[in-house]
Structures are given as C-alpha cells and as structure tokens.
C-alpha cells in the first residue's frame, strides 16, 4: 500500500515562511486529490486547502493569500508553501491523498495519511 513521508515542518517567526513537503512511496496509477490538514491544540482537524488531479486549488479563508499548494505528479509529491506565517497557523499538519488507484482505474480507491509534521510559529 502506498505510504506519505512528510518533511519541512519546523519553528520559525511570525512573518517568516515554511515549505511542507508531502511524498507517495509506493505504486501509484491516479489520486484524485491531494489536501492539506492542521490541528491545532484541543482544535479539531481543519482543511488548509487542495488540489485536485487537474491542478484545480482551493484555500481556507483564513490562508487565502498566503499559502499555496503545488504538486508534482512525476515524484508523487505534493507541497504547501506557507508565507506571512501567524502564530494561529501553529499546529500540526497532515497531508491526504484522496482515491489512490495504485495499478488501474477498475481498482477501489483509497485515502492515505501522513503522519503529521509540527509547525510551531512565535509571535
């Protein structure tokens, strides 16, 4: 089954940026879209953004602006640029592929998770 590595989470300053890495390893046939989560502490998981299979992206109003979503569908990889971060943007982030097929179109997809990554941003 496919596995998400994350990378790129870190501390850094309010008004500073961060760049979230989000890779597939395994085989891959089609995702239909790629979102960005957070959870901040005692908060519920919240939808950041995402992009779907044609490169359509969608923000949350409170990161509209400031963040941006990209992928590279040759490495199975997707990313989160974070600009004029806040330190309401603090929590940890998660990335989902949503409907992976690993080997055709007649497959079930799937959801994967990654395993999170912290970002923690000082006021």
């Known amino acids: 089954q496919v596995q998400l590595e994350q990378s790129g989470g870190g501390l850094v300053q309010a008004g500073g940026s961060l760049r979230l890495s989000c890779a597939a390893f395994g085989r891959i046939f089609s995702v239909n879209a790629m979102h960005w989560y957070r959870q901040a502490p005692g908060k519920q998981r919240e939808l950041v953004g995402s992009i779907t299979d044609s490169g359509t992206t969608n923000y949350a109003d409170s990161v509209k602006g400031r963040f941006t979503i990209s992928r590279d569908n040759a490495k199975n990889t997707v990313y989160l640029q974070m600009n004029s971060l806040k330190p309401e943007d603090t929590g940890v982030y998660f990335c989902?592929?949503?409907?992976?097929?690993?080997?055709?179109?007649?497959?079930?997809?799937?959801?994967?998770w990654g395993p999170g990554t912290q970002v923690t941003v000082s006021s």
């Open positions: 989902d592929f949503e409907g992976v097929r690993e080997d055709s179109i007649w497959q079930p997809p799937y959801d994967v």
